[in-house]
């Protein structure tokens, strides 16, 4: 069983749908999560950043993180087309004094449609 | 500017030949990771460091090196003994208890 578990899609909205997109974990010790966007032959580009549980909103992003469900969520409102690419969760444990490996989902392909 | 500059942006390797891979940074992170993404796939951790001349083997760490003799570089040298070097690399750096930041990637391609 991977650590990190993550529909690959794809998944198509139309424009102006609200986009869920979920990850759920095995390992207890993960407390810093990340959301990548990513598109064709580029780097993920950083979306959202959470600590521990809770919800982090950015502009038309929600990040939400249950720590007792091992589950966490990205939603993307008012969803665009531009807003295509693969959507990568990544998280990691505490450092506890070598560098904490960071371990992502394989990803999510979104289409966002006209 | 800030950021994570990773070159050559497209690299091709003859069998049985060496190459490396630049990775720097100029954000002052001490954490430094390589990454290898194939078609479809996640990314898989190669190697990682957290401080110079210190470094950790990831998941696929056979048939690559690395070092850090720097602060700001953490070059990734493809040896001949990975088989099936074809792939993506993208590196990161992080602060501690911080969100990773990537280069935009090194497209490698034996031929």
């Known amino acids: 069983q991977k650590e990190v578990e993550q529909d690959p899609g794809p998944l198509s909205v139309p424009e102006g749908a609200i986009v869920s997109l979920n990850c759920t974990y095995s390992?207890?010790?993960?407390?810093?999560f990340m959301w990548y966007r990513q598109y064709s032959r580029k780097g993920p580009e950083l979306l959202m950043y959470?600590?521990?549980?809770g919800n982090k909103e950015d502009g038309r992003f929600t990040a939400q993180v249950d720590k007792s469900s091992k589950y966490i969520s990205l939603f993307i409102r008012d969803s665009q087309p531009s807003d295509s690419a693969t959507y990568l969760c990544?998280?990691?444990?505490?450092?506890?004094?070598?560098?904490?490996?960071?371990?992502f989902g394989t990803g999510t392909r979104l289409q966002v449609t006209l | 500017d800030g950021g994570i500059t990773q070159s050559p942006k497209y690299l091709f390797r003859k069998e049985g030949q060496n190459v490396t891979l630049s990775c720097e940074q100029n954000l002052n992170h001490d954490a430094m990771y390589w990454y290898r993404q194939d078609p479809g796939q996640g990314l898989r951790l190669i190697y990682y460091?957290?401080?110079?001349?210190?470094?950790q083997k990831g998941d696929i760490a056979e048939g690559y090196s690395v070092s850090r003799e720097k602060k700001e570089s953490f070059p990734l040298t493809v040896t001949s003994a990975q088989k099936n070097p074809t792939a993506f690399y993208l590196c990161?750096?992080?602060?501690?208890?911080?969100?990773?930041?990537f280069g935009q990637g090194t497209r490698l391609t034996v031929v």
């Open positions: 990544a998280m990691s444990a505490r450092n506890t004094g070598t560098a904490s490996k960071l371990t």
């Open positions: 990161a750096s992080r602060v501690d208890r911080g969100a990773a930041f």
């Open positions: 390992n207890s010790a993960f407390q810093y």
């Open positions: 460091s957290q401080i110079v001349n210190d470094f």
């Open positions: 959470t600590y521990s549980s």
